[in-house]
């Protein structure tokens, strides 16, 4: 099993809203990721969990908050978004062991916050 | 910061032309990752490359790493349509951060 499953694909929500964002992932992985990726540009890093911890927020607002229950699961959790952070978020993992290994990116769910 | 700047931005070109990409970095790279991404999908790994210098070759594509570790290159022979979309290379920053070019757009016209 190669995949990263993400759920849901697509996302509407209001700005007052609270949803949560499901990466899931068996292939033993420990670092996981994500990335928001607007049209016409690239994935731009967000969080880095390895071996469960965050490693890396690259100076994320508040208002998106990432958990790792266990090695398999990464959640991102939204609450008060604004219509600019409509975008596709993309999660990613790759082995925690080697740094240089390839990434298996998730399908993606594409979220609009109206 | 550091800075992965990717051109052309854009391509079209008519099947079966060559094509290439070409990623530089502000910074000396520990590797080098190449996405490819098609239109409503997600990045796609195509290769990695590690050591200054270094070319390696999949069916018709050919990446090059430079011998300074801050640029490489994609280029792809006799272009197919199954060849369109975006091709990203991402260099690693850090033990984790892999920070992504700024992409090239590929189409390719029948």
């Known amino acids: 099993d190669t995949e990263v499953t993400q759920t849901p694909k697509h996302l509407v929500m209001g700005m007052t809203n609270k949803k949560s964002l499901k990466c899931e992932q068996h292939?033993?992985?420990?670092?996981m990721y994500w990335y928001k990726q607007k049209a016409k540009k690239p994935p731009e890093l967000m969080f880095v969990?390895?071996?469960?911890?965050?490693?890396i927020n690259e100076s994320v607002p508040s208002r998106f908050s990432p958990e790792c229950p266990n090695s398999s699961l990464l959640n991102l959790h939204l609450h008060a978004l604004q219509p600019e952070d409509s975008a596709l978020y993309l999660c990613?993992?790759?082995?925690?062991?080697?740094?240089?290994?390839?990434?298996?990116f998730g399908q993606g769910t594409r979220l609009t916050v109206v | 910061g550091q800075q992965v700047m990717q051109i052309p931005q854009y391509q079209h070109v008519q099947e079966g032309e060559d094509f290439t990409t070409y990623c530089n970095s502000s910074?000396?790279?520990?590797?080098i990752q190449w996405y490819k991404q098609r239109p409503g999908g997600h990045p796609v790994f195509l290769i990695q490359?590690?050591?200054?210098?270094e070319v390696k070759k999949q069916k018709r594509l050919t990446f090059q790493f430079g011998e300074a570790k801050k640029n490489s290159s994609l280029h792809i022979t006799a272009t197919q349509t199954t060849d369109v979309g975006t091709y990203f290379c991402?260099?690693?920053?850090?033990?984790?951060?892999?920070?992504f070019g700024t992409g090239t757009r590929l189409k390719v016209l029948a």
């Open positions: 990613a993992s790759r082995r925690g062991q080697a740094r240089d290994t390839e990434a298996f």
């Open positions: 292939m033993g992985h420990r670092a």
């Open positions: 969990y390895s071996y469960e911890k965050l490693s």
């Open positions: 910074t000396t790279l520990s590797n």
């Open positions: 490359l590690v050591k200054s210098g």
């Open positions: 991402a260099g690693r920053s850090g033990t984790y951060k892999y920070i």
